[in-house]
């Protein structure tokens, strides 16, 4: 058996480069079924438009009914009401004029680095290709090994590694399909809101310990623990508003590709080599060396901003929260640990339950940049003062505008550089 890939793992495809990868997983159908995985069956829609460019293709399951029990942790819930099967049919004869048949329960869209399957007892998992030797194969083999992931007391919140499949120069990594967590109006509690910020911080603060540096943060790269057909937006599935009320749901990091686990006694990287622009996070204003730790608490700040600031007018202790995950005060900035410490014995704390089972009454996407205290009781603002983030200096946001282009960016660092053999702090 030829143990290669003809594509790059890292690279998106279009048109016929899509076929050519759907054709590639389709010859290690028998070898993952020797393993004891069968792969979700693939189907290929063509609306007529051009045969260049096919419908995109998608992958469902071959064993089970669409309504899923109790799974036992790490593996999520699946499956969707009645009322959610009607209007995903209804949407996909609609995409189709009825030329095509509707999308199959449980479907997911094909990707190409990752593929959906079942083991040996019918459980639902996803396997991500990774090249041997890499960063990310070494970080996915050490969290391999930690136990604590896959047990449902004390989860720490990062999707677990079922499995490690060697194939030639790559493996297949085996982890639980679980479901996207997209979309502002996902959450149907304050409550669920806070869980959600909660399973983030839990997440960040067990990969900090462990010295691994996500430097991807984002909304795509987390998961919650159900899942449904993909075509249809779970985020705001009314089965998922059951399991949230029930208190069910559970969020994970994922996706370890631009991720670093540094060694004990190193807390700076060089900033070369950080892919993406923050206007609060080095290397914005071409630092040559950050930490990637204070970077990953600040981008997860400014994460929440965006989905859950307007939670402020509800609780005032947002502002402190947000404010000092955000601050450009290094020295302040809270870690994940104590970000999450807040949250559990500050923010939740001071809620009644009442309100923490009120539907959030505002949802504004925000910036970290904004002022969160204007609207604020004076007396409330006097008290938390020392949390209010300070604002940039003239000299930081000139050097911010310079550096949102690479030119600029490069510019910077080299007067840097040269300044410090003639010892001026820029």
């Known amino acids: 058996m030829d143990f290669s890939i003809p594509f790059d793992i890292t690279a998106r ?14 010859t290690l159908r028998p070898w993952f079924l020797s393993k004891g995985y069968t792969l979700y069956a693939l189907h290929c829609r063509h609306s007529g438009r051009s045969e260049k460019l096919p419908e995109p293709v998608c992958s469902f399951p071959i064993f089970g009914d669409i309504d899923g029990e109790a799974p036992d942790h790490p593996y999520a819930y699946f499956g969707m009401d009645e009322e959610e099967t009607a209007a995903l049919e209804a949407y996909a004869a609609d995409k189709t004029s009825g030329c095509s048949p509707p999308y199959p329960p449980l479907f ?49 919140c990062v999707l677990p590694v079922l499995d490690m499949l060697q194939y030639g120069k790559y ?14 109006s996902g959450f149907p509690t304050v409550r669920a809101c806070l869980r959600y910020m909660e ?24 998961l919650t623990n159900h899942f449904g057909s993909e075509q249809y937006r779970m985020a705001s599935s009314n089965l998922r508003d059951a399991l949230h009320r029930q208190d069910r749901i559970s969020h994970a990091i994922i996706d370890f ?25 080095p290397p914005s204003a071409g630092e040559l060396l950050y930490d990637p730790f204070v970077r990953d608490v600040g981008t997860l700040g400014g994460m929440f901003c965006f989905r859950f600031q307007g939670l402020i007018e509800d609780m005032p ?10 601050t450009i005060d290094i020295q302040q900035r809270f870690t994940a640990a104590k970000a999450l410490d807040f949250l559990h014995h500050v923010l939740r704390a001071s809620l009644a339950y ?73």
């Open 108 to 156: 997911a869209p094909f990707q190409a680095r990752i593929f959906f399957a079942q083991d040996a007892h019918k459980r639902h998992v996803a396997i991500r290709v990774v090249k041997d030797a890499t960063e990310e194969y070494r970080i996915l083999r050490y969290l391999s090994k930690q136990d604590d992931l896959l047990s449902s007391e004390g989860f720490q």
């Open 354 to 426: 009442d309100q923490l089972s009120c539907r959030p009454a505002v949802w504004l996407i925000g910036s970290c940049e904004d002022d969160r205290w204007s609207d604020l009781p004076h007396e409330f603002v006097e008290q938390w003062a020392t949390y209010c983030a300070p604002r940039h200096t003239a000299t930081a946001v000139f050097l911010h505008g310079i550096c949102k282009t690479q030119a600029g960016w490069q510019l910077v660092r080299a007067s840097r550089h040269i300044g410090r053999f003639i010892r001026i702090e820029l």
């Open 13 to 26: 495809a279009r048109g016929q480069a899509v076929l050519k990868r759907v054709a590639f997983w389709e």
């Open 199 to 222: 399973c983030c911080l839990t997440g960040m603060a067990f990969l900090h310990r462990h010295r691994i540096a996500h430097a991807d943060i984002r909304i795509s790269n987390t």
């Open 257 to 281: 590709d631009r991720a670093r686990m540094l060694p004990p006694g190193i807390d700076y990287l060089d900033a070369a080599y950080v892919r993406g622009w923050h206007p609060l996070n």
């Open 317 to 326: 202790l947002m502002a402190p929260f947000l404010d000092r995950m955000v």
């Open 171 to 184: 493996w297949f990594v085996v982890m639980p399909r679980w479901g996207t967590s997209y979309g502002e």
